[in-house]
């Protein structure tokens, strides 16, 4: 959405702004964009994709199929895609906010009028795992980890949308989780999406995570990069450097390596090596 100055404040209450937005490589997900403005407002508009949006700090207030509504903290936005809407700061402290912008393969356009009559949605799980959501697509090589954690986003969502219909929890498949398991050992450096083994072992997406996690105890993103940290000690341990392990491991980046491995053995891949 294209920002709009408003009429001109006092110099200490000047608008100011700073924004970052990416696509990552996540299916369904069209842009991220974290900003934090003040003293900006966005005139109405429309966007071809679904909105859904936390703010961090302040406030926003928006005008949606002409009614006012308001970003409380503890809520997650989500206005559907072809309906004009606007945007402007509550307050002289302006906001933060961070945004996904999703498309049509994530929630459908069936839900448009259910999102327009209740955009605010109060849910703390429901926010608490977007910011997890926004937190695993700002890091380049944990795609199987977002693409996850979006599932499960978008099958909240859905059933705050259409909650007569929400799904119930499945029971324990552990035909499934096998096949996941399987899958994910042999494909340890070189990993997949969450659709491409949800095609291999015919099961829906979000159906293979839940079982998975069920099944295990440990989501399938968290599984693989155990197996690659897994991997990676055994590289390091003869005497391969860590740019070449991280590699052969199936991380991103030496960085990608480092952040995963210091979380499950408390130490650098140097340091390991070191000693």
């Not at 696509?23 to 407002?41: I, N």
């Not at 259910?114 to 695993?136: E, I, K």
């Not at 499960?152 to 929890?169: C, F, I, T």
């Amino acid at each position: 959405m294209a920002a709009q100055p408003v009429p001109p404040a006092p110099p200490a209450q000047r608008s100011r702004s700073s924004v970052s937005a990416w696509r990552p490589r996540v299916p369904g997900v069209v842009e991220v964009f974290h900003a934090h403005f003040t003293g900006y407002a966005y005139p109405m508009h429309v966007h071809d994709a679904w909105t859904l949006l936390i703010v961090d700090d302040g406030a926003v207030r928006y005008d949606l199929d002409r009614h006012e509504h308001g970003t409380p903290h503890d809520t997650v936005t989500l206005l559907p895609p072809h309906v004009a809407h606007n945007g402007s700061p509550a307050t002289a402290h302006g906001f933060r906010k961070r945004v996904l912008y999703l498309d049509s393969s994530r929630l459908g356009e069936d839900l448009i009028g259910a999102a327009v009559d209740g955009p605010g949605l109060r849910d703390p799980v429901l926010r608490r795992r977007v910011g997890q959501l926004h937190t695993a697509l700002a890091l380049p090589g944990d795609e199987l980890e977002a693409e996850s954690r979006l599932t499960l986003v978008g099958e909240r969502l859905r059933a705050h949308l259409r909650p007569r219909s929400a799904p119930k929890d499945p029971r324990p498949d552990p035909g499934v989780a096998r096949r996941l398991r399987e899958l994910l050992d042999e494909r340890v450096p070189r990993g997949l999406t969450l659709d491409e083994a949800a095609a291999a072992v015919h099961a829906h997406p979000a159906h293979l995570v839940r079982a998975f996690s069920g099944a295990y105890g440990i989501a399938p993103h968290q599984y693989l990069m155990s197996r690659r940290v897994e991997r990676a000690r055994r590289l390091l341990l003869a005497g391969r450097p860590a740019a070449e392990v991280a590699t052969a491991a199936g991380f991103y980046d030496q960085a990608h390596l480092t952040r995963h491995f210091r979380k499950l053995v408390g130490v650098t891949p140097g340091r390991y090596r070191a000693r």
